[in-house]
């Protein structure tokens, strides 16, 4: 069973760091496209970074320069170091793999598995 489990969240204040993690089990993502994506309270889930196979990162423009994705193979886990966080970062935020050949990894629809989420939040 295909399991994503994400830890790491918390409250912190504007300029602060947080490291997010997301355990992979049932699955070897080495082979997966994964990607960070976050809600919200009243907005639309979006997509925050992804990193292929072969390690290339990309970001979300509000995130770049803040932001590093990274993975750790042998533990079969995906990281979202976040520094110099602001109060607009505040979101739950989910990790999510697929194995599709997809067109684009920024899109909700391009990913097969899910985490439940991890709460981050930023205050002024």
């Known amino acids: 069973q295909v399991q994503l489990v994400e830890s790491g969240g918390g409250s912190v204040q504007a300029g602060g760091s947080l490291r997010l993690a997301c355990a992979a089990s049932?699955?070897?993502?080495?082979?997966?496209?994964m990607g960070w994506f976050r809600q919200a309270p009243g907005k639309q889930r979006e997509w925050v970074s992804s990193i292929n196979p072969g390690g290339t990162t990309t970001y979300a423009d509000s995130v770049k320069g803040r932001f590093t994705i990274s993975k750790d193979n042998a533990k079969n886990t995906l990281y979202l170091q976040m520094n110099s966080l602001k109060p607009e970062d505040t979101a739950m935020y989910y990790c999510a793999g697929t194995n599709w050949v997809v067109t684009s990894a920024r899109a909700e629809n391009a990913y097969k598995y899910w985490g439940q989420g991890t709460q981050v939040t930023v205050s002024s």
């Open positions: 049932g699955y070897t993502h080495s082979n997966y496209i």
